[in-house]
């Protein structure tokens, strides 16, 4: 099998045209696949999970594909990029179709409250959370000194990302958390947990920022 250095996760639900677009942009010398081969998974070195649609949903396609546990075993073991859908699907439970999530952390996917939607103006928020907002770092403490995550390298604290999205998650281990936005309330837009990264937002669809990112991403060795 030929070295794959990018697999992009292929299970139906997937804007994987954009994302492979924007690897290709910034990484033209890496090879990108976009695939639903579990041995393609496996074999390459860095893996993009991404993800459109309804938990239930995706869940059952990349279950139907046989991908439950190649996308687990990634995530444990190499540089991994989970994105929107991509980062929701890594938690216990999901309030969209009271659906189970892959279990890889522990933590619920929260459906934005229509009580709380309005703006400090006193302006009506819309669900989903569709456009550009800013995204805050969250740099956790190392020893004495605070350092950034790799994916943040370059990249303005309060950069704008593009949302689309009317969930977010809410991990039990609040030490997970890169990043926040607010809509009106504070929620997790970010988590790393070792080999792993993950966001809310499209970093595929955010401009200048989002391709920082994923240059990162490419030259990320956790």
Known sequence: MKKIDIAVVDYGMGNLRSVSKALEHVAPQKTILV????????NAERIVF????AMPDCIRELDARGLRQVVLSAAKNKPFLGICIGLQM??????????AGLGLFKGNVKRFTAVDMKSSSGEKLKVPHMGWNQ???????????????ALWQGIEDGARFYY??????????????AGFSEYPNRF???IAKDNL????????????AGLQMLSNFVNWTP
Do not use: C, R, W
């Open 90 to 99: 890594l938690f216990e439970h999901s309030e969209e179709g009271d659906s």
């Open 50 to 53: 991404p993800g459109q649609g």
């Open 197 to 208: 990264f993950a966001v809310q937002f499209h970093p595929e669809k955010s401009a200048s």
């Open 35 to 42: 695939t639903n081969n579990p041995a393609e998974i496996a």
């Open 164 to 177: 689309v999205h009317s969930y977010y998650v809410k991990p039990d281990d609040e030490q997970m958390t």
């Open 188 to 190: 997790t837009s970010a």
């Open 135 to 149: 995204v805050y770092q969250i740099h956790h403490n190392e020893t004495s000194a605070t350092k950034p995550h």
